[in-house]
């Protein structure tokens, strides 16, 4: 095999990193490409996604982003307020983005997102899709790695591909199995925060002008108090006011690991944010009884490797963070865009029946993807946490040197709130991880040998 575009590709896991990296495999030219789901379908999450221009980059590159950006809002700004009260801590004017970075900042429907990656999946016959199917062990990590899947109406059975990407997410069985294999424990952490997701139909807020003027907005609204927050934006062509609230992690605390989310009580929500200013709690008080559903907010600890064999973790599955910088869709996303850039430059032995080189060489690109990633995706989650902890700050002076900082950001160019400050998004926005790629593979290829 000379042409790394003959190798199998097995991915798991179709949320936002699994479906990215189908696609941007199928469309580098690979031809087989297998995709393996626990979920029946898509099973779209009701929340909104900030879609920041780093990623619609890789999107437009993949040949998504026209129908995603449809139903898009372009985001123009954002408003930074105190909880309590209302009053506005910084505004911050984003109206250049796109002649800044090549794309908008865009906020959207997480359902967009996925149904635009999976309808350009469903375009590549190169891609199958199994639905409905766990994978349950990793029994071979090289020279090809074999697994096993379960259909969840069958009997389980191995299979045997060149390389196996695993996007299975922040309960990823494939990190623990990898770690287990290499004798390291593999940590989840609790970040001792939880979310509240709420979408509030334009129906719903239309009678209020204040509200009115929040879902007809270009702006990204986050309202602050000590250790919670709510940010909020208009998804689906404004039809709909999406809403996520950070609050300490209190109705999980006896929750066993493997619950994430549970039904939140209404009562108990508006409770956590009791101080918050009336305009904030004219919006809560719309939120249905019963359709209050609370996420566990957790992490990972950094992972010694993400590679092993021919086997690579991807998206949450290797650095899930906390959403404060909106960039864990984003950094899956790219991470498949990578894999795909490094695994189509590998130069494979011409002799066919050399599996062991073939393996090497595959092992070589998935490390160049891990080297390229690594750093920069570990750089985001610890800003992302820092930010949390500036946002949450309790009365203090460190609160009164954050809010000091928040009136002087024009003058100085930073936002305590990293995800609105320009500095970072230089940084992160400005990053084309493809182009990254096509430069350095070779120097870091080398390097590898
Ligand atoms: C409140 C909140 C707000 C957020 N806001 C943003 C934002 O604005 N912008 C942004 O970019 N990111 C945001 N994120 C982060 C983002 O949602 C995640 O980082 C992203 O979804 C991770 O994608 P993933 O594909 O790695 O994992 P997941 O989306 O978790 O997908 C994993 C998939 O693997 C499947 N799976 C798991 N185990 C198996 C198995 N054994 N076999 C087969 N399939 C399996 C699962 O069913 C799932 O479909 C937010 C997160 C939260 C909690």
Same mark, same amino acid.
């Given at each position: 095999m000379t042409d790394p575009r003959n190798l199998r590709v097995a991915v798991i896991g179709a949320g936002m990193g699994g479906l $990215?990296?189908?696609?941007?495999?199928?469309?580098? =030219?690979?031809k087989h490409i297998d995709v393996f789901e626990t979920a029946s379908n898509l099973g779209f999450v009701g929340a909104g996604i900030q879609m920041p221009p780093n990623v619609i980059r890789v999107l437009d590159r993949l040949g998504v982003w026209e129908e995603i950006g449809r139903e898009a809002t372009n985001v123009k700004g954002t408003s930074i307020r105190q909880g309590s009260t209302d009053k506005e801590l910084a505004r911050v004017d984003m109206p250049d983005m796109e002649e800044k970075y090549g794309y908008p900042h865009c906020t959207g429907h997480r359902s967009s997102l996925a149904s635009g990656l999976f309808n350009g999946c469903k375009q590549e016959p190169a891609i199958q899709f199994h639905f409905s199917t766990s994978l349950v062990s990793i029994d071979l990590y090289e020279p090809r790695p074999v697994f096993t899947v379960k259909p969840r &109406? =069958?009997?389980?059975?191995? *299979?045997?591909? &060149?390389? !196996? !990407?695993?996007? &299975? $997410?922040? #309960?990823? *069985?494939?990190?623990?199995?990898?770690?287990? #294999?290499? =004798?390291?424990v593999s940590e989840a952490q609790d970040t001792g925060q939880a979310a509240y997701r709420i979408m509030l139909k334009r129906s719903e807020m239309e009678h209020d002008p204040e509200l009115r003027a929040l879902i007809d907005s270009d702006t990204v609204v986050r309202w602050i108090g000590e250790r919670r927050h709510i940010i909020a934006y208009p998804v689906s062509n404004k039809q709909i006011y999406n809403i996520s609230t950070t609050q300490p992690d209190d109705n999980f605390a006896a929750a066993t690991n493997a619950t994430y989310t549970? #039904? =939140?009580s209404k009562s108990a929500m508006l409770g956590v944010f009791a101080d918050? +200013?009336?305009? *904030?709690?004219?919006?809560?008080d719309l939120v249905p009884n019963g359709e209050v559903c609370e996420w566990k907010l957790r992490t990972h600890k950094p992972l010694p490797t993400w590679v092993l064999g021919a086997v690579a973790l991807v998206g949450d599955a290797c650095h899930p963070t906390l959403p404060h910088l909106s960039q864990g869709a984003a950094m899956a996303i790219e991470d498949g865009a990578v894999l795909a850039? +490094?695994?189509s430059r590998v130069p494979l032995p011409s002799d066919h029946g050399d599996a062991a080189q073939t393996a090497a060489a595959v092992n070589r690109a998935l490390k160049v993807y891990e080297q390229l990633r690594r750093d920069h995706t570990y750089a985001l989650v610890d800003l992302a946490a820092l930010s949390g902890r500036t946002l949450h700050l309790g009365e203090g002076k460190a609160k009164e040197e954050r809010d000091r900082e928040f009136a002087e950001h024009r003058r100085n160019g930073r936002v305590p709130d990293k995800w609105a400050s320009p500095d970072v998004q230089k940084m992160i926005y400005s990053h084309d991880c493809v182009k990254e790629t096509s430069e350095k593979f070779d120097k870091i290829w080398a390097t590898l040998a």
């Amino acid at each position: 095999m000379t042409d790394p575009r003959n190798l199998r590709v097995a991915v798991i896991g179709a949320g936002m990193g699994g479906l $990215g990296t189908a696609l941007a495999f199928a469309r580098k =030219g690979f031809k087989h490409i297998d995709v393996f789901e626990t979920a029946s379908n898509l099973g779209f999450v009701g929340a909104g996604i900030q879609m920041p221009p780093n990623v619609i980059r890789v999107l437009d590159r993949l040949g998504v982003w026209e129908e995603i950006g449809r139903e898009a809002t372009n985001v123009k700004g954002t408003s930074i307020r105190q909880g309590s009260t209302d009053k506005e801590l910084a505004r911050v004017d984003m109206p250049d983005m796109e002649e800044k970075y090549g794309y908008p900042h865009c906020t959207g429907h997480r359902s967009s997102l996925a149904s635009g990656l999976f309808n350009g999946c469903k375009q590549e016959p190169a891609i199958q899709f199994h639905f409905s199917t766990s994978l349950v062990s990793i029994d071979l990590y090289e020279p090809r790695p074999v697994f096993t899947v379960k259909p969840r &109406d =069958g009997e389980p059975y191995q *299979v045997e591909t &060149d390389v !196996l !990407l695993a996007a &299975d $997410g922040i #309960k990823s *069985v494939t990190r623990t199995q990898m770690m287990a #294999k290499l =004798g390291y424990v593999s940590e989840a952490q609790d970040t001792g925060q939880a979310a509240y997701r709420i979408m509030l139909k334009r129906s719903e807020m239309e009678h209020d002008p204040e509200l009115r003027a929040l879902i007809d907005s270009d702006t990204v609204v986050r309202w602050i108090g000590e250790r919670r927050h709510i940010i909020a934006y208009p998804v689906s062509n404004k039809q709909i006011y999406n809403i996520s609230t950070t609050q300490p992690d209190d109705n999980f605390a006896a929750a066993t690991n493997a619950t994430y989310t549970t #039904k =939140g009580s209404k009562s108990a929500m508006l409770g956590v944010f009791a101080d918050f +200013c009336p305009l *904030v709690h004219r919006m809560l008080d719309l939120v249905p009884n019963g359709e209050v559903c609370e996420w566990k907010l957790r992490t990972h600890k950094p992972l010694p490797t993400w590679v092993l064999g021919a086997v690579a973790l991807v998206g949450d599955a290797c650095h899930p963070t906390l959403p404060h910088l909106s960039q864990g869709a984003a950094m899956a996303i790219e991470d498949g865009a990578v894999l795909a850039e +490094c695994l189509s430059r590998v130069p494979l032995p011409s002799d066919h029946g050399d599996a062991a080189q073939t393996a090497a060489a595959v092992n070589r690109a998935l490390k160049v993807y891990e080297q390229l990633r690594r750093d920069h995706t570990y750089a985001l989650v610890d800003l992302a946490a820092l930010s949390g902890r500036t946002l949450h700050l309790g009365e203090g002076k460190a609160k009164e040197e954050r809010d000091r900082e928040f009136a002087e950001h024009r003058r100085n160019g930073r936002v305590p709130d990293k995800w609105a400050s320009p500095d970072v998004q230089k940084m992160i926005y400005s990053h084309d991880c493809v182009k990254e790629t096509s430069e350095k593979f070779d120097k870091i290829w080398a390097t590898l040998a």
